[in-house]
């Protein structure tokens, strides 16, 4: 009989802190500069320097630690992390090994069958970040730029809870949207700003002990993160099945291949020879400064999409989807108290909206209808000035920039919808008259053809009749 598997996930993910300047020194953290022009003597640690930290971190850190429910270090240290490789020219990382600042926390993940699983997170340590090696545009050689070298990260460590590339994904989703919720990080994976290790490992289903890992490092996108998971899935077992062993090794994904390759040979913690870091001391903090950072944290994206679900009616998932940034949950929120119904700005955001946003790849931040413009568009839905086909149309003239005011828009292009019956009633009288066939066919019970003359009566208007009063008339006057 073929074995059966379980596949076994814990990630660690790096999250560049949202800061000014780097975690131990002054220089720049913006993204994109010249390369080396961002990098001082502190950032490649030249003799004599003396690291500072910057007191931007612990705030960022904290709130991380808090929004996961961790417990906060009220005494937390750096440690040296030594190794060699050009892209860190000091020869050491400084890191937080034995008093991280946030032990311990969970989030809670949806999975595909609408339940929600636990993953319970490690720790959350602080760290510095290592410069960039390029390999592109340098024939045989490799390029490095050290404006990366020393900007603050966030590392985060789950326990091995995944069970599946799905999963793994729906987590690293989750501490993504949490770090973006928190101002923690700004969340931009093109830019590196989060970055995933997959720690992956196999074992005959039923055992209880952990199969031999590997790391997969540095995954910059949720979908190279699943492919470069489920291609570790599947080699490891096609080992196993024949008999093989798996090496503990780190491992890098090649996008362009699909493929994982093996990097080096997976070091221990001695290789490191972690010291405490001699130039920094240890960071004490006390219960009201954490209590300060509490009371200044945003509602959480699980909270605000409760508080959709159950103060506002919406569904578990429409209120799961609007809550999924800051930006969009804000959109949302004022479309829904300008129009004064919640559904109605729900289903236009999601479907239209969202639908226009992925065709035409734009950001909420950019989209170019205001969210007042939309509260205006569903007013007039909501008071029967337009009906929903003619509201789309002017979704479409504010989308591409051919009126910025709703109502103008109507009155100039004279759109009111109608909605008066004894000229809905005349028109339909018209139509009856001029196709008698289909009128004789509905009554002998051909009741599809109602939809015919719902199309007529919208074709004579321009598509501007009252749709619920021209299906009234109509299934009226067909008796
Ligand atoms: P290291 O510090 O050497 O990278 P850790 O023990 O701190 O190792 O684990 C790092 C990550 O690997 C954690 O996210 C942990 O959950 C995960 N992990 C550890 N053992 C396994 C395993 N056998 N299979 C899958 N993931 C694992
Ligand atoms: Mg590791």
Redesign the pocket.
């Given at each position: 009989m073929r074995q059966q598997w379980e596949v076994?996930?814990?990630?660690?993910i790096h999250v560049q802190l949202q800061t000014r300047t780097k975690i131990f020194s002054g220089a720049s953290t913006t993204f994109g500069s010249e390369p080396n022009s961002q990098a001082c003597a502190i950032d490649l640690g030249f003799p004599g320097v003396l690291p500072v930290v910057n007191s931007e971190v612990y705030p960022k850190a904290i709130a991380f630690g808090l929004g996961v429910g961790g417990s906060i270090n009220l005494v937390s240290a750096f440690d040296r992390k030594n190794y060699f490789y050009p892209d860190l020219p000091k020869g050491y990382q400084i890191t937080q090994m034995d008093k991280p600042i946030v032990l311990g926390g969970s989030v809670e993940i949806p999975l595909a069958d609408g339940s929600m699983k636990t993953i319970n997170i490690?720790r959350a340590h602080l760290e510095e970040d290592a410069g960039k090696s390029m390999h592109e545009d340098f024939h045989d050689r490799t390029g490095i730029d050290l404006n990366r070298a020393g900007i603050p990260l966030l590392e985060i460590?789950?326990?091995?809870d995944m069970r599946s590339s799905a999963e793994a994904i729906s987590y690293a989703r989750y501490i993504h949207q949490l770090v973006t919720y928190l101002g923690v990080s700004d969340g931009e994976m093109s830019q590196g700003s989060l970055r995933c290790d997959a720690?992956?490992?196999v074992r005959p289903y039923g055992s209880d002990v952990?199969?031999t890992?590997t790391?997969t490092k540095n995954v910059n996108s949720f979908r190279f993160l699943d492919r470069a998971i489920r291609y570790e899935i599947a080699r490891q077992i096609e080992i196993l099945e024949s008999g093989g062993r798996i090496m503990q090794e780190t491992r890098l994904y090649d996008p362009d291949r699909d493929e994982t390759r093996p990097m080096r040979s997976k070091e221990t913690a001695m290789d490191y020879r972690y010291f405490p870091e001699p130039d920094l001391l240890p960071i004490e903090i006390d219960h009201a400064y954490i209590e300060n950072i509490r009371r200044q944290m945003p509602e959480l994206p699980r909270e605000k999409a409760n508080r959709f679900h159950t103060d506002l009616h919406l569904s578990l998932d429409d209120a799961r989807v609007l809550a999924a940034s800051p930006a969009l949950a804000e959109y949302f929120e004022t479309v829904s108290g300008q129009c004064g119904d919640a559904k109605l700005a729900s289903n236009w955001i999601r479907v239209e909206l969202l639908g226009r946003m992925h065709r035409d790849d734009l950001e909420i931040s950019n989209i170019p209808v205001s969210s007042s413009q939309l509260a205006t568009l569903l007013t007039r839905i909501r008071d029967n000035t337009i009906n929903g086909k003619t509201a789309k149309d002017l979704l479409d003239a504010l989308w591409y920039g051919n009126t910025t005011s709703v109502d103008d828009y109507i009155k100039d292009n004279n759109l009111m919808q109608v909605s008066d019956n004894s000229e809905l009633g005349t028109l339909i009288d018209r139509i009856f008259d001029e196709n008698p066939k289909q009128v004789e066919q509905y009554r002998a019970g051909r009741s599809r053809l109602l939809g015919f003359f719902v199309g007529q009566v919208m074709k004579e208007t321009g598509g501007k009749a009252n749709p619920a009063l021209a299906n009234d008339l109509l299934r009226k006057k067909l008796g």
């Open positions: 076994v996930i814990g990630l660690e490690t460590v789950s326990e091995p720690n992956v490992s952990l199969g890992r790391e």
